[in-house]
């Protein structure tokens, strides 16, 4: 059993999704009892079992389909043979949860200054898997990011060096205009769950403005988050942090950004009392 934990584990730390298919309810001849086991990883590759044949071949199927999905389920196979649907000839039958692990979503920070500090800080509390990058050395230090993994990087070929994808949310920071656009201009177009980029508004208007004229979309640029963060005063680094954690969190979640006493003034209960909101 530990072994297909620390397997679970090592495959969460490479960014993969696995699933537990673990039988929670046998009924009559099984080939397993409760509590059996299996990992399963999208590719279809397995560790461990729940009683081989075509039992196990069908929960593999739905197995890989909960991983796509994402969504974790309870499933019922009949192992009688006189059922139309039976995986067997056992006279049994079991219920399968099949438990979908997925990785955590990552978080690229692109400059390591003031603001990537307490950002990565903030981020890693909240669940993201935070890489710092910089072209600087002696900022990638331990001791300015505990909680962080640090990648020295060259701002010149970021798509080659760095994971992006579809769960991946990058926040732009870097020391300077320049390498604020170098880096703007290669991941514009990277399929990444976030984009944000620090700056003005004025510092944003003419990236953007640069940016159209060599050729990118408007599309593209809409999907840019800046100047970033959610409006809420921002001054210190800390502050910024807390800003931009917050529109990450929102996009990652699919909040509205607004304060909750508005919505519970716009939306108020069925009975006319303010909703509670729980302290944890």
């Known amino acids: 059993m530990d072994e297909l934990y620390a397997a679970a584990a090592n495959a969460l730390r490479s960014g993969e999704r696995v699933a537990f298919a673990t039988i929670v309810r046998a009924e009559g001849s099984t080939p397993r009892s409760t509590g ?3 990992l399963i990883w999208e590719s279809g590759r397995t560790l461990g ?4 044949g075509s039992l196990e071949a069908r929960v593999l199927q739905d197995a890989c389909a909960a991983l796509v999905s994402g969504q974790s389920q309870l499933r019922h196979y009949s192992l009688h043979a006189a059922e139309g649907e039976s995986l067997g000839i056992c006279g049994g039958a079991v219920q399968v949860f099949i438990h979908v692990l997925l990785p955590a979503d990552r978080l690229i ?5 003031h603001v990537a500090r307490p950002l990565a800080r903030l981020a890693a509390s909240v669940g993201f898997d935070v890489l710092v990058v910089d072209d600087r050395p002696e900022h ?17 070929d970021l798509p080659a ?13 870097t020391r300077s205009h320049e390498h604020d656009e170098e880096v703007l ?5 990277q399929p990444l769950a976030y984009l944000g980029l620090m700056g003005s508004r004025a510092k944003v208007r003419l990236l953007f403005q640069r940016l159209l004229a060599e050729g990118c979309s408007s599309e593209q640029l809409a999907r840019v ?8 005063g921002a001054e210190t680094p800390e502050e910024i942090a807390v800003s931009i954690v917050a529109e990450l969190v929102r996009t990652r979640r699919g909040g509205t950004g607004r304060p909750l006493s508005q919505l519970a003034r716009c939306a108020p209960s069925p009975t006319g009392e303010p909703s509670e909101q729980a302290d944890g």
């Open 36 to 38: 059996a086991q299996m």
């Open 49 to 52: 079992t729940i009683g081989g």
């Open 109 to 113: 920070i692109i400059g390591a200054g």
């Open 140 to 156: 990638l230090t331990p001791e300015r990011f505990a909680q962080a993994r640090t990648q020295l990087v060259s701002f010149s």
């Open 161 to 173: 060096q760095l994971p992006l994808d579809g769960r991946t949310f990058v926040v732009i920071a």
């Open 185 to 189: 201009r290669q991941l514009v177009q």
């Open 225 to 232: 988050c800046a100047p970033i963060g959610l409006d809420i």
